[in-house]
């Protein structure tokens, strides 16, 4: 089985930096991924880490420990359209399902 | 680009109606995906298909069934709609690539209202 933990909500000033952390539980490790989802849209797709360590893509970076079954995303120069709801979830191997965390709320303040 | 199309932005029916929700590809995606998406509870997974005419239940499959009858479509039918399936509904496709799994293209969702 797979046991996905984020935190529910935080608040951020514009032209900050903000880390969004996802601990995870599972018994078969295949890829973790971190979408964005605005509120009445869709969730899009950010980033991948099937290995450990710093993946980078522009203002974003995608983390990975998979010994500690943890995970981060920073969001860099923090601007008002990043206000968004923020998902890790986690591949299992086997199958090519996702499991999906509740999500993280960012508000992104003046 | 990848497109996910779904065939209805806001469905309202009401309780006891047999319910199809339509969901359409355009990259060859094999995977495909439908989710509901409630406050609190996330993106929980209904049903999924690996390739046409395949099925494997998710995590809630009560109440629903599925149908993939060409590789670029995948529809969610509600036998019997209750007020408990009033829910946001997410369409998603990934490709298979050997040994890694594919990101998930979803559509635009579906919000359902059962009165």
């Known amino acids: 089985g797979q046991n996905i933990d984020q935190p529910t909500e935080m608040t951020a000033t514009e032209g900050a930096i903000v880390q969004i952390n996802c601990t995870y539980q599972?018994?078969?490790?295949?890829?973790l991924f971190w979408y964005q989802q605005h509120a009445g849209e869709a969730p899009t797709f950010l980033s991948y880490?099937?290995?450990?360590g710093l993946e980078e893509k522009g203002r974003f970076s995608s983390f990975l420990s998979r010994s500690k079954g943890y995970s981060y995303l920073l969001l860099k120069e923090l601007q008002m359209k990043d206000s968004a709801s923020y998902l890790c979830a986690l591949g299992a191997r086997g199958n090519n399902r996702l499991a999906f965390g509740k999500g993280n709320q960012v508000v992104v303040i003046p | 680009d990848v497109k996910v199309t779904q065939s209805s932005r806001y469905l309202v029916k009401r309780t006891g109606e047999k319910v199809f929700l339509e969901c359409v590809q355009d990259?060859?995606?094999?995977?495909m995906f439908w989710y509901r998406q409630d406050p609190g509870l996330g993106l929980r997974l209904i049903y999924f298909s690996y390739d046409v005419k395949m099925k494997e239940k998710g995590d809630i499959p009560e109440g629903y069934s599925v149908s993939r009858e060409k590789k670029e479509r995948f529809s969610l039918i509600l036998e019997s709609a209750s007020t408990n399936q009033t829910s946001m509904y997410l369409c998603a496709s990934s490709s298979r690539t050997s040994g890694f799994l594919g990101e998930q293209y979803f559509g635009p969702g579906t919000r359902l209202t059962v009165t």
């Open positions: 880490n099937v290995l450990d």
């Open positions: 599972t018994s078969g490790f295949n890829g």
């Open positions: 990259m060859d995606h094999e995977n």
